[in-house]
């Protein structure tokens, strides 16, 4: 038994056993190859036999250890495979993989200046940057655990800047608050309504155009009606990037809209904001610059490893105003440096992960240009993935792309060239489970799907590897094709 | 220029890198001494000048990347140096970094079992364990990013419980809801208040004794109070382990009042409910078995590294009931395994890092023991500072020490074996920031402070890290000491 209590590192003891561990990672997760599995696919109960989970009296050996790792690594799915295309996330750089490492030996928090003075500055240049590249009236901003929760610090701030004494007295004395948001929002605008006691029955839906675009007209129609109803409307929540069909609302539009009824209007760019960087498709983002608040999350597009989301607020004083509470443990007044360097009053959590320094560290390797690299690269690739479905008889696109979403079926040979595929939606909302499972049971691709708006099951194509080549597209579609055949005959 | 835009690390291009990064590592942070520095103090303004963040349009190359990490750990904290004392975590364990490394190599976000397979199941034993540990109907619970989130998550949960239909409606029908906390709770309370809709002012503060801890007749006498106002009481939080001076309230008292008044009771044991590893102390959390739901964060007293918090609950049925919504994207409902392995829809979040990972492989390296010594040993260094505090003249206790905190005052030769030394608070006041500063500049020791209650400024001793024997302790009142004796003179 090689045991030992003490959490501070020897080198003796534990410099083996960290080289053991970090051999074990560089050959099997770090440097794989298209021959390598996504994942080894066991279900639940099958997991259960053949990993042990069990939590003992007693400590192991570091053989055992090892061992423990290696099946941890056996057993996951390899989201930096190419073929891992399920997500809207994906990709293992090698530079935000060796800050994250740092990241986590350093083992930080980011809440005063003295306890993480590098990352504190790192924040405030990266925020700052980031910024100036939306528009010039911005300069504030939070690194937020998730895309998820950056949209709720949204939705409190635009409730703060309507009724400032939401903060002390609560939503009790008001109407009821309105939120606008896509009929294909994310849903954690729903999640997030109930968090903050709107309730998601409060969240109102716009109707979408046929690619999935917010009709404006539709906004204005619900925001007189919500006012004639004696409701108050905070917000209006537009999406560049939608989760399933990348679509990007019309931002001018809507913004003339919320200016007109003077209510606040956060964009969930989430997945689509990473476009800042490509002076190519930068002018998917037109009108970004209009709104009052917007998210980013660097994990995405730009396949900095997760988390790494941004939120971005034009108006420089909310965050303190909407977030401070001065705790004098933390925040002490007599401090001997300018406390204005002490970011964690303006963040609604205590405690919080350096989640700048991996995105900081991979712009320094690549510059700006190499993000741009990046995602010309891959919307390439989305181009070309959407010309071989329309190509090929055996697929059908669902609507047309916008970005690199790729929304498709594949088409069982008995509906192909059929006038009307969706006279059995039953049949066709079969397919796509079914074509995908095999794939998982095989480990060769994982590709999502989902229904949307009464469609039936339908795939997904999203990547945000760059190391995806034109190859790859043939490959799974051909795959898909090949396992399709198979099962509809 | 080495620049290499691809997401998917190549071995040939950047193992030599890698493997550069992790050697820095190892020689820089993991392996450190006593003779290290805690710290290399430099205002904002000075590592503005020294440190290069600037932002550009084409990459760097490896060797200057290389220089970057290195100058990110010269000026970045050594919050695993045995003198960081400064905050509720510390210490670096080297079974938790490997598994933190590893989580980083495989990028997985726990949402689905099907992208991540272990990690689910992982999560699943280790809530049943520890609820194991906590009494016989827990069961169920969920790891948050941070215990402040975790305390909102119970906010919310305690609401929901009261009034289901807050999902749906949002609180505007509601009578004013209340939380009650101790006037020494945590300020994510505060924080979190107003985030979800309640507000500040609707947290009614408890008053606590001489040493911390809230005073249950104050609470049963505030709960009447509002009772007859006409508001809403919906929750009481107590805390195992305050923040500042280390205080346990008095639980099954509490829990008396709240069964009484059918009340939700939440324990934060953020800081205190790693105790229930150690049989020796176990008995400071009696009671917490009678509460509905609970944080505790291994982060903190059980050195995992950053962040790990689990909320735990015990009504299995509630996580999912208040925040499923069901997305189509992630969880279809044609699946081909079971969808109740798709832990996401019972999380407010979407993407979500995996934090169970690093605590399950400390438990599997030290086992259960393993955490047991590491507390004995701690709490066996903090009742040697409280002795030393009182054997020595030039220091005064502030409230009897109840856990790992020792919150103490040194004295100046002027006001030592004096009766009042609170004639002139100002001049107190100023003495453990003056001592503060200079240790800081000194990189020597960390260590907080902050006034209480209208207490002056007084430090506060901590640790995390059970490297820390009883020359250490020697040698930080010393240094204080001798630093305060040159100041004061």
């Not at 051999?23 to 279900?43: A, S, Y």
């Not at 590249?133 to 998730?146: E, N």
């Not at 917000?235 to 001018?252: K, Q, S, Y």
């Not at 539009?253 to 964009?267: G, P, Q, R």
Request: glycine share 6%; proline share 4%.
């Amino acid at each position: 038994m090689d045991i030992d209590f003490s959490p501070i590192p020897q080198i003796e003891k534990h410099g083996e056993f960290l080289e053991k561990v970090v051999d074990l990672m560089f050959k099997n997760i770090v440097f794989t190859t298209r021959q390598d599995k996504v994942l080894l696919w066991q279900t639940p109960e099958e997991l259960e036999e053949q990993f042990d989970f069990s939590l003992k009296q007693n400590g192991e050996t570091h053989d055992k250890l090892i061992t423990f790792l290696r099946n941890t690594i056996k057993f996951s799915v390899k989201t930096g495979h190419p073929y891992f295309i399920n997500q809207l996330f994906s990709g293992l750089d090698p530079y935000g993989l060796a800050a994250q490492w740092l990241t986590d030996s350093l083992n930080a928090s980011v809440y005063t200046y003295e306890v993480a003075p590098v990352f504190t500055l790192m924040e405030k240049h990266v925020i700052k940057e980031v910024s100036r590249m939306i528009g010039p009236q911005w300069g504030d901003g939070l690194f937020c655990p998730g895309g998820s929760f950056a949209n709720g610090i949204a939705v409190n701030l635009a409730r703060f800047h309507r009724y400032p004494d939401v903060k002390e007295k609560g939503t009790f004395h008001l109407p009821r608050l309105i939120i606008f948001a896509s009929e294909e929002c994310h849903y954690s605008i729903y999640k997030f309504a109930a968090f903050l006691g709107i309730g998601e029955e409060n969240v109102c839906r716009i109707a979408t155009d046929e690619i999935g675009r917010i009709l404006p007209s539709d906004l204005e129609a619900k925001i007189n009606q919500v006012v004639l109803e004696g409701k108050a409307p905070i917000m209006t929540i537009a999406t560049l990037g939608t989760t399933v069909r990348g679509a990007f609302d019309p931002i001018n539009e809507i913004a003339d809209i919320c200016k007109k009824f003077n209510i606040w209007l956060h964009i969930d760019a989430a997945w689509g904001g990473g476009l800042i960087f490509s002076q190519k498709h930068r002018a998917k983002l037109n009108g970004i610059e209009r709104a009052n608040s917007l998210v980013v999350n660097p994990h995405k597009l730009l396949a900095v490893p997760q988390q790494c989301s941004l939120l971005l607020v034009r108006d420089t004083d909310i965050l303190y105003q909407c977030f401070s509470r001065g705790a004098e443990y933390l925040f002490q007044k007599d401090k001997h440096y300018d406390r204005s360097f002490d970011l964690g009053d303006k963040y609604l959590q205590c405690g919080r992960k350096c989640d700048v320094f991996k995105f900081w560290f991979m712009w320094k390797a690549k510059g700006s240009s190499g993000f741009a690299n990046h995602i010309d690269t891959l919307m390439d690739i989305a181009e070309y993935f959407e010309e071989q479905v329309n190509n090929r008889s055996e697929f059908l696109l669902v609507s047309k792309r916008q970005y690199m979403n790729v929304c498709f079926w594949y088409l069982p040979r008995y509906l192909r060239g059929k006038s009307n595929i969706f006279e059995n939606i039953a049949q066709l909302q079969k397919v796509a489970p079914q074509i995908r499972a095999l794939m998982i049971q095989h480990g060769s691709v994982m590709l999502g799907y989902q229904p949307l708006k009464g469609l039936p099951n339908f795939f997904r194509f999203v990547s945000q590897n760059s190391a995806l080549t034109r190859k790859d597209v043939d490959f799974i579609l051909d795959h898909i094709q090949e396992i399709g055949d198979a099962i509809f005959k």
